[in-house]
């Protein structure tokens, strides 16, 4: 577990790294490709060596006209053309390239200085008056002025050769940088890929592990509880025959004893003997049914059932228990005939639980009311007590196995905890429903709601069965 | 008698004026295979002309630049949209430039600039103009190689 944590932990710690490293890489990126469009955007330097090379065209074209090969108007274009290199030098973003790149322009105000002395005694060749030897010389002398130019120009033209190779080195690191970049963001992209997907594998393990211990615990549980109710279960099926016997023996005794004696203290004994033996196989008939029930051992049987007859019966079979706390019972039932169709020995069961439990919490001299009354298609049946009552809180737990609100209070006598849990387990089998409401210290109203059977089916068909149930 | 002098004078004349005037002006080639035309300057002028404002890297600011469109001249001997051209200037530099720049921008063969006909020293008088302040894709590199100046002769290859 710790070993697992560890590795999320660093490989989390990887994620978030290799994000940033993306992040950079992507900021690198935006960068590199600026600088290669500003390169891409730079006028070319190479327009700078156009300069010798149209200053040596003006000279050949001079040595030619000297020599009488080509017009002198030829001289002047070309004189034009050197100077517009010049001037291309001069105008635009060039210049200020060439200042950034450290070359020396002086050459060229030289040579615009040159220029413009040159630029008369150039239109003066084409005068159509002048002598071919008057034409010589005058090229011969412009041709000297040119001259000297050479090696500066030069210079400069090496300058810009370095300068332009500087630029295009710059271009192809540029370019190899952002491939690089490229490639390490692709990289990383599955990396981050990589580190996500056994992050999740991780994670999915580590899931599927806390569902193999749920599953496990959940079993052990159960199992825990099964052989609790099990064992529980052949106790009690072992006590049940001696304390029948027991019970037998008791009442046999009792009897005998009431005849013969009228010694008060061994009656007294003898019936506290009787009442608890009596508790006792309660108590493991309480178990036997609460396992019959887990384990899904107890049918029912449905058969058309009144159930104004069924609580009479219930009540009638606890009326000697109430009796004996003092507690008298008092049922309203409608007129009209309320038929369910159900397992009648198990609903008086269940009425008998709840009749009983109203009466040991209701205190000597009270009336537990039960009332019986149809809500729409369902019966419902009521029984309330002024007991203790159930807190809130504990109404939601009333339901469960082993659960008791302290009973000892009222009545002093103590049960398994079972009776509720039983009752609700004998409701659900039957489809019914049961319910309680309280208030603490004014007592509680448990009510049970069976399905009713339509009016116009118990009249014809059911009457003759209800009959029979009638005369049980 | 004295018309047939007046003629033969004027024939003469126009004998001499014509190469003369046609050989002075005739700034601008354009050949297509078999078919050409030449274009002299007030030629030019006298087509419809398109105004392109803007800068570039040879220029210092915003600057008006006016011409015929070089979409016209294309159109005049029947240049295919998907023909190359060779652009030649005075100084024999040339440069490939696709056709279907005319048709997709308006690329003009400016002569004036700044209302004024430029000179050879001022890279006249024919240049080749991108309306790159217009179209932001011009401003490469590329393109500055197609703004060619004292533009002499356009072919298709």
Redesign the interface.
Known sequence: MHRSRLTRAVFLTLFVGAVFFGIWLIYKLGNEIQNIQTA?????LWLGS?LPL?LL?LQNNLNEVAFGYKPAADVV??F??A??RI??LQ????PQILANLEIDQGVLTDLEAIFTTLEPQIQGLTASSMTDEVRRQKTMTILAALEGFDVPLKKFLLAIARADNNARVEFRTGILSLSHAIAYLGATILTLFGIFVFLLMIELRAAKNTENEMRKLAQDATSASRMNMNFMSVVSHELRTPLTSILGGLALLNVRIRKTSTDESTIKLLDIASRNGDRLLMLVNDILDAQALSDGRVSTERNPVNLNEIVATAVENCNVYAEQLGVAYCVTTENEKLVALTDSARVTQVLFNLLSNAAKFTSSGDVVKVNVRRNKQMARIEIIDKGIGISAEQQDNVFSPFHQINPGISSGIKSSGLGLSITKQLMDLLGGEIGVSSNEGEGSMFWIELDLVPAEHDSRKFSPVLLISGSN | MDIQRIMRAALASSLFVLPTFGFAQAILTVTNFETSATYTLEELLAMPQTTVVTK?????DLTTFQGPSLRSVLNDIDVDRTANLKMVA??D?ASKVPASDAFTYDVILAVLRDGEVM?????GPIWVIYPMDDNSEL???IF??RLV??LKSISVE
Request: proline share 5%; no cysteine.
């Open positions: 891409d955007q730079t006028p070319p156009q149209e065209r274009l070309h034009d053309i100077w517009s001037n291309v105008e635009g973003k060039l | 570039n890297d040879f220029v210092e005075l100084n530099y000179s050879v020293r001022d890279k401003q490469r590199e500055n190689s100046w004292q």
